[in-house]
């Protein structure tokens, strides 16, 4: 799932904002956006503001938007700034600072019309020029955001007047909306120095006082842009660990905690004063082996672990039943238009797999790995199965257990051989292929170099004919469920819980700290 440390660009992706839609449509299909009386700014008069929503979310560790990566931080942002275009929590994209846009038929040019009358917290105009200063600084490598690499593909960015700003890209990008709408692709004030400690947006709250690890206390915008929203007073931002956040939520002091332990949702479930919250999401665990090195780079020894894998056992065990069952890919349901159900999975057989591995030179008890995994999420819980459930084919595991910073800290999650990486809700799988399967790719931890895989991604990302980009991930995902080096065996939801005091129009987002709180209303 988010840094200008290794550790930090990684987490950057992995913990950064999820946008939307899974089954993102070709170039070709979407339509220039124009905005709905519901979504355009409106003049009307402000209605009175009620209520403070306390949310339990952890630390905060970086503001500076260009290098945003937990959920705190992200909601942080997304509170005090405005993005061009947004996502709801059904995944649609919609207008912000841009009231409408336009695509070329090539595929290359993008131009996105400005809400004109938009004031920063300062009472300074915003106009294109904020734009261009934002996202160059987004994609300037000297300034080392993590997100630099969703723009290498644009070749300028203009302004032709105040109010319109073009996006010329080098080559066609289906899925070049959801980069605009990063979590990170704030508009900021154009010249904007101290990002991560002064606090100068055009969004909904401004910030009132921050005291790092403590809390953050916000308060409306009375002049935003769109006319009686927020709905709120204000917003109270507490910095606590996890089961301390929920406890407090129990008892009280809060009033919504996102992402938990099942087991802890599971046992709120029963609170008449909560709302529990599941939301679908394309979040998965990886178990991966490398196959740069043996046993990785033996397809039997690849084959037998799959087929010593129970993978439903698995989700019913770590994610108590909720989520989905995953089929060795980083594409499952959430992405509906792009998901295959009948991959060709080997069948569990933990016997074929013992007699595969004797035919690979290993007899029972042999074949022996080192699992490394982080101490967080299911991640324990799953490497915990996965040494029973091999163990019947006459694997051996050892579990070594690290701290998740010590885990990927300076990128030694990419040399163990054999890992448990946490992947966070992504827009579109485009970006899990082009960072973790394909052979350049940045986090490519198995190693992988498949040049036919390779041009599946490609065809994927590139293409701007819709059935070609169905057809090339639902081949990337055969590939995968017979060859992969990695076994997908869940995709995990987001569960909360939110108290009945407060109602929230426009639903959670997949990604927690991309929700919208513009139209959280206190009812109590």
Do not use: C
Request: proline share 7%.
């Amino acid at each position: 799932m988010s840094k200008p440390k290794n550790r930090l660009t990684r987490r950057q992706f992995l913990k950064t904002a999820g946008l939307g839609l899974g089954a993102a449509l070709a170039v070709k299909n979407i339509p220039a956006f124009a905005a709905t009386p519901a979504t355009a700014p409106r003049r009307a008069a402000q209605t009175a503001r009620r209520g403070v929503l306390r949310v339990g979310w952890e630390p905060v560790k970086q503001l500076d938007p260009a290098f945003i990566s937990l959920d705190s931080e992200i909601s942080f942002v997304n509170a005090v700034y405005d993005t061009l275009i947004d996502t709801t929590a059904t995944d649609r994209l919609v207008p912000r600072l841009a009231e409408s846009w336009a695509i070329s038929d090539d595929g290359r040019v993008y131009t996105f019309n400005l809400v004109k009358g938009v004031k920063f917290h300062d009472g300074r105009p915003l106009t294109a020029t904020d734009v261009l200063f934002s996202f160059d600084r987004l994609r300037d490598e000297k300034v080392g955001s993590p997100k630099v690499s969703l723009y290498t593909n644009v070749e300028s960015i203009t302004a032709p007047d105040d109010f319109t700003v073009v996006f010329t890209l080098k080559a066609p990008e289906p899925d070049f909306l959801y980069n605009v709408a990063d979590a990170s692709a704030v508009v900021v004030p154009a010249g904007s120095e101290r990002l991560g400690s002064t606090f100068i947006g055009s969004g909904p709250f401004k910030v009132q006082s921050y005291t790092p690890e403590d809390r953050t206390i916000f308060i409306a915008n009375e002049d935003y842009w769109m006319a009686g929203l927020p709905r709120l007073a204000g917003m109270e931002h507490r910095y606590l660990e996890k089961n301390a956040a929920i406890d407090a939520l129990q008892g009280g002091d809060l009033d919504l905690v996102l992402r938990m332990p099942n087991a802890r949702y599971v046992a709120l479930q029963s609170n008449p004063d909560l709302l529990t919250l599941n939301v679908a999401t394309s979040g998965h665990d990886v178990l991966r082996l490398r196959v740069d090195q043996a046993p990785g780079n033996d397809p039997r020894v690849r084959k037998a672990l799959k087929m010593a894998t129970d993978r439903a056992q698995i989700a019913e065990f770590v994610q108590l039943g909720l989520g989905a069952v995953g089929r060795d890919a980083p594409i499952g349901p959430f992405f509906a238009d792009y998901f295959d159900p009948e991959s060709p999975l080997p069948p569990y057989d933990p016997e074929g797999a013992k007699k595969l591995l004797a035919e690979a030179g290993f007899a029972e008890g042999m074949l022996k790995f080192e699992l490394n995994v982080p101490n967080s999420g299911g991640r324990p819980d799953f490497a915990t199965v996965i040494k029973d459930q091999w163990a019947k084919a006459g694997i051996q595991v050892d579990i070594l257990i690290q701290d998740e910073a010590t885990y990927y800290a300076d990128n030694g999650w990419l040399q163990v051989p054999m890992g448990i990486t946490g992947w966070a809700p992504r827009p579109t799988p485009q970006q899990y292929l082009d960072f973790s399967f394909k052979s350049t790719g940045k986090w490519n931890e198995t190693r992988i170099n498949d040049p036919e895989l390779d041009a599946l991604i490609t065809a994927a990302g590139s293409s701007l004919n819709r059935e070609e980009r169905i057809a090339a991930y639902k081949a990337i995902q055969r590939k995968l469920a017979e060859d992969g080096p990695v076994i997908i065996p869940y995709f995990f939801p987001l569960v909360g819980a939110a108290r009945k005091a407060f109602s929230f129009e426009d639903g959670f987002n997949p990604f927690a700290g991309r929700t919208d709180f513009r139209r959280t209303a206190f009812t109590g």
